[in-house]
């Protein structure tokens, strides 16, 4: 799709890829080292991704994870993440996975990650 911004992304972008997919860093992180997961296919979300696309994509969250932790000692954590749906979060309706790495004190109080989505719901 030539209005996909994820269909567009120019090869020096790439931190790795594979035959299905390819790994960026998030245009706008939460924290140091936020990188994205992306099938090479177009599909809206992680629901129309074929099994081989998944497995793909999860060879790339593995092999990002451990290019971050050589690379990054501080961190000590991640958060993996998908929206799927414009009622979820999703604002590129091109499936990816974010890949957001952690550090010890990076908020007050970590428990219930990604519980926060929805106020009132982290802390139980």
């Keep these: ?7 567009t992304i120019p090869k020096d972008r790439l931190v790795i ?6 790994a960026i860093e998030d245009g706008y992180p939460v924290t140091p080292g936020h990188a994205l997961v992306i099938p090479k296919r177009h599909v809206v979300d992680y629901f129309g991704l074929s099994t081989e696309e998944l497995l ?5 969250v593995h092999e990002l994870r451990t290019l971050l932790l050589d690379n990054d000692e501080t ?3 991640f958060n993996l993440g998908m929206n ?5 979060g999703q604002t590129v309706f091109h499936s990816h996975i974010h890949v957001i790495p952690r550090r010890a004190g990076d908020v007050t109080s970590p428990r219930g990650g990604i519980r926060h989505l929805i106020p009132g719901k982290g802390g139980y």
């Design 1 to 7: 799709m030539t209005n996909c911004p994820f269909c």
């Design 17 to 22: 890829e594979n035959d299905l997919a390819f």
């Design 56 to 60: 793909a994509c999860h060879a790339l």
């Design 75 to 77: 961190i000590a954590g």
């Design 84 to 88: 799927a749906g414009e009622v979820a």
